[in-house]
């Protein structure tokens, strides 16, 4: 489980992603840069089995919590709802890297 707060829904997912380079596939509907990037409060990810998905949906469902599949897990590549792809290796370094070289005055 991951907050959206800080980055959106891609970045929550991305940071998902990153420790053990599982991808995605993001098939919910383009709602725009707003509903990938808003940092909404309240607003969190969750990865489960495909089994156990329908049960949380009941039973958010039964309390009034919104809440929907966007997608899957699998792969080495996040996959966004356009069809843009993103290797997760690739973020991962990105992400590994940046601090490191900042701190030694490498260019970034």
Known sequence: ???????????????????KGIGAKLSMPD???????GEDQARYVLTVSEKRAAAILADA????VPARIIGATGGADLVLPNGDTVMVAQLRTANEIWFP????GDPV
Do not use: C, N, Q, T
Request: charged share 20%; net charge negative; aromatic share 6%.
């Open 61 to 64: 469902k039964s309390i009034g």
């Open 101 to 104: 070289r900042y701190m030694s």
């Open 31 to 37: 709602d725009g840069i707003a509903a990938l990037f």
């Open 1 to 19: 489980m991951h907050d959206v707060s800080d980055g959106g829904l891609l970045v929550a997912i991305a940071e998902m992603a990153m420790p």
